[in-house]
T-cell receptor, first 112, second 111 residues
């Protein structure tokens, strides 16, 4: 089945460490997104990419960076992790001009 | 500013009771709205979109432009409806569209 896969699913790290969360998809979609989920805050958009050469900041991009290595791959990096970046991170994809997003299972990150 | 507001963090109802999850939006353009659902230990997934005007799992939602609302309703709650529900607004940008989500409402259906 065409799918959206995130790795790692769970990660515990220390303040100041560099962390990369990876996302790959087999849906053939051009559009990919990274969201962060926090209790009471819902889903907040970190970065999004409409194609391989297009990267855009979302609502809460500070402290994060991304790389779109290929149509199928979109990675999120925390250059120097801090505790308030502890959250559940979701990758998603969509077709052109579609409001239907297909989500990965999430990556739970804990920064101590 | 574009915004989606879900005023209730938690909604608790008894099985068989009606359910209404509230969603209000703020958007200067023509709104396109969605409801997403996240069941326990499952991925976030699309439940329904206002353009389709469909009923999914007994849920419906009507876009009310006058009240800028898109409330999700079901006449008789089932235990399997317990989940986190997000309202989302599709926003036009220069290069394409992106979704802005509300803060979510946890629905708990009690027996």
């Amino acid at each position: 089945d065409a799918d959206v896969t995130q790795t790692p699913r769970n990660r515990i790290t220390k303040t100041g460490k560099r962390i990369m969360l990876e996302c790959s998809q087999t849906k053939g979609h051009d559009r990919m997104y990274w969201y962060r989920q926090d209790p009471g805050l819902g889903l907040q958009l970190i970065y999004y990419s409409f194609d391989v050469k297009d990267i855009n900041k979302g609502e809460i991009s500070d402290g994060y960076s991304v790389s779109r290595q290929a149509q199928a791959k979109f990675s999120l990096s925390l250059e120097s992790a801090i505790p308030n970046q502890t959250a559940l991170y979701f990758c998603a994809t969509s077709g052109i001009n579609s409001g239907e997003l297909f989500f990965g299972e999430g990556s739970r990150l804990t920064v101590l | 500013a574009q915004r989606v507001t879900q005023p209730e963090k938690l909604l608790s109802v008894f099985k068989g009771a009606p359910v209404e999850l509230k969603c209000n939006y703020s958007y200067s353009g023509s709104p396109e709205l969605f409801w997403y659902v996240q069941y326990s230990r499952q991925r976030l997934q699309l439940l329904l979109r206002h353009i389709s005007r469909e009923s999914i799992k007994g849920f419906t939602a009507d876009l009310n432009k006058g009240e800028t609302s898109f409330h999700l309703k079901k006449p008789f709650a089932q235990e399997e409806d317990s989940a986190m529900y997000y309202c989302a607004l599709l926003i036009l940008t220069g290069g394409g569209n992106k979704l802005t989500f509300g803060t979510g409402t946890q629905l708990k259906v009690e027996l």
